[in-house]
Every structure is written in structure tokens, then in C-alpha cells.
């Protein structure tokens, strides 16, 4: 069984700062099967980026997915403010067939 | 437009049963698969399973094996996640999404499922 885990838990942050993500499978992931997205209080998840490294229609530049393996990164390369939310990081694989991380949150420092 | 359209928000006590749904519109909806994703208050998505409308091949998470059913009705582009006993620990929001490959691409608005006596 795939667990991911996601650090840091809460990710305190200026505007303009940059963010890192983490995402890390207990076993790997096969062909980067990884998959992130953004979570607004009160909203629907969103599609960032998948296959690790692709973004999601209409996702802004400054989103970008990197790693293979076991370990994954979101990089937000200069936080706006709609960008202060939760992010969770999505596998495929054979068991289970799929399952999300904890979550990190990102607010305002 | 594309878009999922899911049912409203429900109010149930504990042993009721309940049927909630997701309905496509804007695309072809026997094409891709339909995944079910449960957040209980204040805490992180949780996969519960998936169907494909195409054929209702249907695959379900372990943990939510036995306790929830995943249907679909392709002649009104609508998949379905019902409870024959429902239990206080099944309050939670419900989203439906579309799944072009093994990721969501599109997501509905979700429905608040409240199980309380």
C-alpha cells in the first residue's frame, strides 16, 4: 500500500515569497503517476499540475511539479494572494488504486 | 459548459438511506471515468471510488468497500453514491469528479451529507 506524506503541515508565507511543497510515496510512483491540487476554504479541489511535472489547463506559470519516485515538489515561484489555500497531492497506483496526501496549508504570515 | 452538477444538501438521521448525484453536462460523459471523494468537517479528501459509465466497471477503495454503493445511469449522463444505513461518521461533503486519465480534471461543487439524530 502507497501512504504519501506532505511537509510541511502548514507553510507560513508572505506575498511574493516562494513556496515548497513536499510529497513524498512510501514506495514509488509509478510514471509519476503524482497529481496536485489547491483546495479553497469552502470550494471544490482544483487540478494544478499532473504526471508530475504538467500543468493543468488555465494554472498560471508560477505553479510548477517536479520529481519521480517517491519524491514529489510543488513550487509556487511567487505567492499572490488567491494562492493561500490548501494543497494535496494525489497518486495512481496498484494498491490503492488511488489516494491523496494529508494536505499542506499555506497561509499568510 | 462543462461541468458536474451534483444533488443538494441533505439532512438524514442514523439507519436512513440516501442516493446523491452527479450529473455531466458539455462533454461526453460515457468517455470518462467518475470518482467519488469523501472530506469529513475540517479534514483532507479521501478517495471512495470510481465508475465508468461507459460499461459501470466500478472499482472501490478498501475502506469504503461494503459500506457505500457507486452506480451510474448513462441514458441521463448521472452517476450516483448511496447509503443503505447511514451513520453519524458519514457527515461529510461528497465531491464527484471526471477523470481523463488516473487525475480529476473537473470537479463538482459538492454535496454536504448531515447524519444526525
Known amino acids: 500500500e502507497i501512504v504519501l506524506t506532505q511537509s510541511p503541515g502548514t507553510l507560513s508565507l508572505s506575498p511574493g515569497e516562494r513556496a515548497t511543497l513536499s510529497c513524498r510515496a512510501s514506495?514509488?510512483?509509478?510514471?509519476?503517476?503524482l497529481a496536485w491540487y489547491q483546495q479553497k476554504p469552502g470550494q471544490a479541489p482544483r487540478l494544478l499540475t499532473y504526471?508530475?511535472?504538467s500543468r493543468a489547463t488555465g494554472i498560471p506559470d508560477r505553479f510548477s511539479g517536479s520529481g519521480s519516485g517517491t519524491d514529489f515538489t510543488l513550487t509556487i515561484s511567487r505567492l499572490e494572494p488567491e494562492d493561500f489555500a490548501v494543497y494535496y497531492c494525489?497518486?495512481?497506483?496498484?494498491?490503492?488504486?488511488?489516494?491523496f496526501g494529508p494536505g499542506t496549508k499555506v497561509d499568510m504570515k | 459548459e462543462v461541468q458536474l452538477m451534483q444533488s443538494g444538501a441533505e439532512v438524514k438521521k442514523p439507519g436512513e438511506s440516501l442516493k446523491i448525484s452527479c450529473k455531466g453536462s458539455?462533454?461526453?460523459?460515457?468517455?470518462?471515468?467518475i470518482g467519488w471523494v469523501r472530506q469529513m468537517p475540517g479534514k483532507g479528501l479521501e478517495w471512495m471510488g470510481i465508475?465508468?459509465?461507459?460499461?459501470?466497471?466500478?472499482r472501490y477503495s478498501p475502506s469504503f468497500q461494503g459500506q457505500v454503493t457507486i452506480s451510474v445511469d448513462k441514458s441521463i449522463s448521472t452517476a450516483y453514491l448511496q447509503w443503505s444505513s447511514l451513520r453519524a461518521s458519514d457527515t461529510a461533503t461528497y465531491y464527484c469528479?471526471?477523470?481523463?486519465?488516473?487525475?480529476?480534471?473537473?470537479w463538482g461543487r459538492g454535496t454536504l451529507v448531515t447524519v444526525s439524530s
Open positions: 469528479g471526471r477523470l481523463p486519465h488516473w487525475y480529476v480534471d473537473l
Open positions: 458539455g462533454y461526453s460523459f460515457t468517455s470518462y471515468w
Open positions: 465508475i465508468h459509465p461507459g460499461d459501470s466497471d466500478t
Open positions: 514506495q514509488s510512483v509509478r510514471s509519476s503517476y
Open positions: 504526471g508530475a511535472s
Open positions: 494525489q497518486q495512481y497506483g496498484s494498491s490503492p488504486l488511488f489516494s
